[in-house]
């Protein structure tokens, strides 16, 4: 079960977020994403599953396990709200009892699959709940079949690691994401370094690196969901002949000329995420790609790049770009859907031949395709926030065949007459 909800911090250039919960079901009582509409509420408003007591944990929510006044509730949906006497699947590992809670599928996990790191542990025993290790690199030593997940309490770690065993690594999404620092002196180039095994990151901060930051690489398949990856010597993640899924994820600061999301071959999954401030290009792929419903701002290259062959599999719509070196360039003739291109670099158009855009809107002169808007005002809300207003061209401009039925806030696709253009769909 997946929380719409991300906190991006506010910088020079960069984008922040409103993320509005608890948004008005469709007129057919449809929702984004996996959302349903829970109609007992007036008006019916979208929630992650019914019960969900207005996406907040409060006193009426009771702990996965125990006998309440909606039954038991265990996994998949392990939490009560007695309002509703429905359960649901967890939010934060407050919810709980083990004090570990996979938000990416809403389980809580058994604290006695969970590994356990906390600020002031100790690395000479088995990371306990009531003896949790100090560090994520011996937590890592000891995964094995069933024991894990690395539950990461908030604070900060100064860790880097190397690992190609099936993880979990989660935080604890309470607002305050466990933030981790790369340690140079361990001899490792990246901060994280995934080299085969399926993995799950989720809810915390990764600050640096000797190279990239992330480096997934070995037919890794890893998802990274409401992780902040920032303050990158080269690019942010790398990515080489694997499988990477990068949900309600910002990545920014990249230095150097690397792009900060860098694909070759595999399959690359960007989706509701923001990219901002970054020496190079914001995205460069070359392999299968979905990228949608997110915010490429402010990168000294180009917005976004294919390079070299690409796979079958290439799906660019519902994208912000704006503020970068460039707009879009492409290998290959690539459809790009419903996308803005705003004042990147003094190049008309914004893209290169091969790309073929269809209902975007440009700043400047459109290339020639179905729907698209030359010289249109996208009226972003502010120069930090590239959410649209009433006022932008790309209001209800967007294909009238498109499918998706979510914004990059999570709010339901269309809210007019047809969608928007761009990442946001205004309220």
Partial sequence: MRTWVIALGLACGCYH????QNVPCAADLSCPGSEVCDTSQAPPVCVDQLGSGHGAPDGSMQIDGAVTACGV?????????????TCRGCYNDAECGSDVCSEWTGTCVAELDALYVRNGGTDAGTCTRTQPCSTITRALALVDATRFTIKVFDGNYHDAFVTSLPFVLSGENDGNNAHVFFKASLGHDHLLEIDGGTSLVEGVILDGGGQETVRVQGGAMVTMFQVEVLDSPLGAIDMSASSVDLEQVEVHDSQGTEAAINQTDGQLELESSVVYTVG??????????LVENSFLVGCTGPGFVEAGALAAVQVFQFNTVANNGTGATCATPTAIKNTIFATNGATTPQVTPLCAPTYSLFT?????????????NPAFVVSVDDHITGQSAARDKADPAATLTFDYDGEARPHGIASDIGADEHY
């Fill in 17 to 20: 977020p409103s993320f509005e």
């Fill in 73 to 85: 509730c265990d996994n998949p949906t392990p939490v009560c709200d007695t309002d509703s006497t």
């Fill in 280 to 289: 190079g290009a914001c995205v460069k792929t070359q392999g299968a790609y």
């Fill in 364 to 376: 400047d002169v459109a290339p020639s395709g179905t729907g698209n808007i030359s010289s249109g």
